[in-house]
């Protein structure tokens, strides 16, 4: 049998990645080739690298996804102004403004409004059996959290998981699929700009006010820190879409990984104080975004490996957080594993702002969702979307048996307040 070796490791290549497993894709090179050059890309696998990169003022995002074209100005408009594109000293004032309307107490208050929210999803998905997870739960879930933060009415939800939708389209790793992407993106970025520009404007004029949304709060925020509408229209519209597809994918990877592990699914039925740890795990074990990427600031040296100014550095996250020299016994889900230091929400100025809230939507979640008695995969096999970046399931049919959720015991909460 011939070995393996770094020369005989072909050009790693996302698009050739079985996104069912792809850890097994990743382990080779992150165990033989760790900073791997494929083409003008260097992809590092090896959560020593990942973590040095992502703490590093050395490397920054300084650059618009997918080169998106010149025709496309409401995007540009749009995505020059999240935060996620950002680097200091811009990045700093408006992670700053997000910062002080975004706080854990806000995501403590929104608690009851998510969980009844969980509850009322996983209330319809027992009307059909097998139901799709994915469909019924895991994506309208995260939109009508973030609906809720943003002040948004209810009746505009489902048009506002559309637009967030269309938006996705320009992402590199679907442009370059389909021909239209682009131009639907752009649709949705003229929609929604020109939704919230209307909002702040009224919230301004007086009219809607609503105190305990995020908008008031960044409104309440911009007076001493004023940075203008684009900026604000802009982190709009990128919490709307930021914490969609990312949460979708967290709630639905984590319960596949509980199915995939039978004995801790049932330590955290019969103990849902695990929850909070375990969250952390199940990003760990199976993030729900695989890679990002960076660029070289100045001249620098990975493991031996002279990295260019201006070089293209992508860091997978997925291959990291499954790096037994940091985690021992990496390929095991362990509930009760002290996950910290997994690079699932990111490291250092670029970590994710939306975590409490991500970690909330999932514990609050899969706590509904465990508490269906009948829940348990369908026999039809998952269908994972075309994406290794944001990686996650588009099909996830499950067994409900048809039931109500068991009683909330000490997990019930009180009503939310009636809203003004």
């Known amino acids: 049998m011939s070995r393996i070796s770094p020369r005989t490791l072909p050009p790693f290549r996302p698009e050739d990645v079985d996104p069912a497993d792809p850890y097994a894709s990743y382990r080779p090179y992150r165990e033989l080739d760790p900073v791997h050059r494929s083409g003008d890309t260097w992809y590092?696998?090896?959560?020593?690298?990942?973590?040095?990169?992502?703490?590093?003022?050395?490397?920054?995002?300084?650059?618009?996804?997918?080169?998106l074209p010149e025709e496309c100005p409401h995007l540009r408009r749009t995505v020059t102004n999240w935060l996620v594109f950002m680097d200091p000293p811009e990045h700093t004032r408006v992670r700053a403004l997000v910062a002080k309307s975004f706080t854990p107490r806000i995501v403590e208050a929104l608690r009851p409004r998510i969980r009844r929210l969980a509850a009322e999803l996983t209330g319809e998905l027992t009307a059909a059996d097998p139901?799709?997870?994915?469909?019924?739960?895991?994506?309208?879930?995260?939109?009508?959290?973030?609906?809720?933060?943003?002040?948004?009415?209810?009746?505009?939800r489902p048009w506002f998981r559309e637009r967030a939708v269309d938006l996705q389209q320009a992402t590199s790793s679907r442009a370059a699929r389909r021909s239209d992407g682009f131009a639907v993106a752009e649709?949705?970025?003229?929609?929604?700009?020109?939704?919230?520009?209307?909002?702040?404007?009224?919230?301004?004029?007086?009219?809607?006010?609503?105190?305990?949304?995020?908008?008031?709060?960044?409104?309440?925020?911009?007076?001493?820190?004023?940075?203008?509408?684009d900026v604000l229209v802009g982190t709009c519209i990128h919490l709307l879409t930021a914490g969609h597809e990312t949460t979708t994918n967290l709630v639905a990877k984590g319960l596949l990984a509980l199915f995939a592990?039978?004995?801790?699914?049932?330590?955290?039925?019969?103990?849902?104080?695990?929850?909070?740890?375990?969250?952390e795990e199940l990003v760990r074990y199976d993030p729900p975004v695989q890679m990002i990427s960076r660029w070289a600031k100045e001249d620098d040296e990975i493991?031996?490996?002279?990295?260019?100014?201006?070089?293209?550095?992508?860091?997978?996250?997925?291959?990291?957080?499954?790096?037994?020299?940091?985690?021992?016994?990496?390929?095991?889900?362990?509930?009760?594993?002290?996950?910290?230091?997994?690079?699932?929400?990111?490291?250092?100025?670029?970590?994710?702002v939306g975590a409490p809230l991500a970690r909330a939507e999932a514990e609050i979640g899969l706590t509904e969702l465990l508490r269906l008695p009948g829940l348990s995969p369908a026999d039809e096999p998952v269908r994972y979307t075309d994406d290794l970046i944001f990686h996650g399931p588009e099909r996830m049919m499950v067994r409900t048996g048809g039931c109500a959720p068991k009683g909330r015991g000490e997990l019930r909460d009180k009503p939310p307040p009636a809203r003004g």
């Open 261 to 279: 592990h039978p004995e801790q699914l049932a330590a955290l039925r019969s103990d849902p104080k695990l929850l909070p740890g375990a969250v």
């Open 44 to 67: 590092l696998f090896r959560h020593a690298d990942v973590a040095r990169v992502l703490t590093s003022r050395h490397y920054g995002r300084g650059a618009l996804p997918a080169a």
């Open 187 to 229: 649709a949705a970025a003229r929609e929604l700009a020109g939704y919230f520009r209307a909002e702040l404007a009224g919230r301004r004029a007086g009219r809607s006010p609503n105190a305990a949304d995020l908008i008031a709060a960044m409104l309440a925020a911009e007076e001493s820190l004023p940075l203008g509408d």
């Open 303 to 352: 493991a031996g490996h002279g990295i260019r100014r201006g070089e293209k550095v992508v860091l997978v996250l997925g291959s990291a957080n499954r790096d037994a020299g940091h985690f021992p016994d990496a390929d095991r889900l362990d509930i009760r594993r002290d996950a910290l230091r997994h690079t699932g929400f990111g490291m250092g100025i670029h970590y994710c």
């Open 131 to 156: 139901a799709d997870l994915v469909a019924g739960f895991a994506a309208p879930f995260p939109i009508l959290v973030i609906s809720e933060l943003l002040g948004v009415p209810r009746a505009d």
